[in-house]
């Protein structure tokens, strides 16, 4: 079974610093896909970034951008300059090749990002 | 593009009563899941639909909680009888089968309270 973990239940970040979120991940697969996904307060949840396993570059989104580490399965998200509009949860969610279409996500990182 | 349309947003009611949502997908999303997110945790499968057929129900609680997805297009989840443990947001998703790897719309969510 596939299983993601977010250790950091909550974090902060001053408005225009850089912050890291963390997400470990645990599969027998070889192709799958990983993603962030943000929902801010009382808003729907939004895709902010995807990455393919078998890509070895890092994916970028404006000022989104992962570090995917397969070997030690770690898929962490930077957000630089924060802005007070990146105040949300985050989720890490994982999809499998094999396991059609059916995500898994970690339980969540709360980010506030303090003017 | 009209995103995934939930209703009701908001709903109240007594343990044993029942409920039912209702999910309009993105016109030619083929795939349809609910989501069950309770207050600090991360969304959970409930059900997964390809078109009109069950992909995966192996986490929805049978015996209270039933969901259709007649024609293939809009679904519905129902509970009955509601249970305490059952105050949560319910999320609809939808995807493209194929093309953009699974990326999943979400909806914003019916939020029930069980009292």
């Known amino acids: 079974a596939q299983t993601v973990t977010q250790s950091q239940p909550e974090m902060s970040v001053q408005e225009a610093e850089t912050v890291t979120l963390s997400c470990t991940y645990d599969?027998?697969?070889?192709?799958?896909?990983l993603f962030w996904y943000k929902q801010p307060p009382s808003r729907q949840m939004i895709l902010v970034i995807r990455?393919?396993?078998?890509?070895?570059q890092n994916a970028t989104e404006n000022r989104f951008s992962v570090n995917f580490q397969k070997a030690a399965k770690s898929f962490s998200l930077k957000i630089s300059d924060s802005q007070l509009g990146d105040t949300a949860m985050y989720f890490c969610?994982?999809?499998?090749?094999?396991?059609?279409?059916?995500?898994?996500f970690g339980t969540g990182t709360s980010l506030t990002v303090i003017p | 593009e009209a995103g995934v349309a939930q209703s009701p947003r908001y709903k109240i009611i007594e343990k044993r009563q029942s409920v039912a949502f209702w999910c309009n997908p993105i016109?030619?999303?083929?795939?349809l899941y609910w989501y069950q997110q309770i207050l600090g945790q991360g969304p959970k499968l409930l059900i997964q639909?390809?078109?009109?057929?069950?992909?995966?129900d192996s986490q929805l609680p049978k015996d209270r909680f039933s969901a259709e997805r007649l024609k293939g297009v809009d679904s519905t989840l129902k509970i009955q009888p509601a249970k305490l443990e059952d105050s949560a947001v319910y999320l609809c998703?939808?995807?493209?089968?194929?093309?953009?790897?699974?990326?999943?719309?979400f909806g914003e969510g019916s939020r029930l309270t069980v009292l």
């Open positions: 639909f390809q078109n009109n057929g069950v992909v995966d």
């Open positions: 599969t027998s697969e070889s192709n799958y896909y």
């Open positions: 016109s030619g999303h083929a795939t």
């Open positions: 998703a939808s995807s493209l089968s194929r093309g953009r790897f699974g990326e999943l719309f």
């Open positions: 969610a994982f999809m499998g090749s094999n396991t059609g279409n059916q995500f898994y």
């Open positions: 990455q393919e396993a078998y890509k070895q």
